[in-house]
């Protein structure tokens, strides 16, 4: 029996023909193309490639699905603040305790990317890296859409998690009183401070989401230094944090309108100015430049 094929539709056309497009910067010679097939990067003009072509895909994914996607996001993100909680409950007082209660703080990244859930502040690099490519009206809207579904997703997600976390009794009480500590140095920086703090924070992220096409089997050693760097240095991800601070609105020892404006706006301006400005501009201009 002869198998029969449904035509394809206009967004498979359109996702085809964006995958195929040739950057107007500098062109992948054969070796270079193939090389980005199989996501082997050996150079900046591959890894651009590579990750152009995982932006295009993002970009084409329903909202629904992008949707579903961040809130698991948002809610393995959760794992972050409840390993940290349970190293801090079992650690003593030391000078050394805060370098070794943020080796939990890579679990919810290592289970999101290596899920392939959503996560808003990866978002701020693959997406974008296509949007440089081809700046269409069409695509800065379907760049916002996916923006807006994932980190309103990731947000949903965190705030499940604290309100679980606070409100039951699925955590040890020590554990509980360590995400009180833990979200507490999390709002102790000014509103400037939380906003430089989330710049670093959204460069290093970026430049993670970078390396991983080259990492091949070390993706998880990637992650794992990249996110911890970020936890020892008490930097700003608006969507861990905001699981650490709204486990304080959650018990009320804040308000949700302090981390509203107080927190998560500086840590979300502060993580795409990071990502968008610091990685992926500067890495396109690089490859564009012929580098």
Do not use: C
């Not at 190293?87 to 919810?108: D, M, N, Q, S």
């Not at 990492?215 to 760097?229: D, G, K, R």
Request: charged content about 15%.
């Amino acid at each position: 029996m002869t198998e029969r094929h449904s035509p394809p539709t206009h967004e498979k056309l359109e996702e085809g023909r964006e995958l195929h497009d040739h950057r107007d910067a500098a062109e992948l010679d054969i070796d270079e193309q193939l090389m980005a097939e199989e996501e082997e990067s050996l150079n900046a003009s591959v890894t651009h490639e590579v990750v152009r072509r995982e932006g295009v895909r993002e970009l084409h994914r329903k909202p629904a699905a992008l949707a579903w996607s961040g809130l698991a996001a948002g809610l393995s993100m959760g794992l972050s603040m409840a390993a940290e909680g349970v190293l801090h409950a079992h650690l003593p007082a030391a000078e050394w305790r805060p370098l070794v209660t943020k080796l939990g703080y890579p679990v919810g990244f290592l289970v999101v990317i290596l899920g392939s859930q959503q996560l808003f502040t990866e978002n701020t690099l693959t997406p974008v890296v296509p949007l440089l490519v081809r700046r269409t009206g069409e695509m800065y809207r379907k760049v916002a859409v996916l923006w807006a579904v994932v980190f309103v997703a990731n947000i949903l997600g965190t705030l499940v998690f604290a309100l679980a976390a606070a409100h039951t009794d699925a955590f040890p009480a020590e554990v509980r009183h360590a995400f009180t500590e833990i979200g507490r140095t999390a709002v102790e920086p000014p509103w400037l401070s939380i906003f430089a703090r989330a710049v670093v924070a959204g460069w290093i992220i970026a430049l993670m989401v970078w390396m991983l096409p080259a990492a091949s089997s070390q993706q998880v050693l990637v992650i794992f230094v990249a996110t911890w760097l970020i936890g020892a240095l008490k930097l700003a991800h608006v969507i861990a944090g905001s699981a650490e601070v709204q486990y304080l609105a959650a018990t009320g020892e804040i308000s949700y309108g302090y981390y509203l404006g107080g927190w998560m706006l500086p840590a979300l301006l502060g993580n795409v100015v990071g990502g968008v400005a610091l990685v992926a501009a500067l890495n396109h201009q690089q490859v564009k430049a012929g580098g």
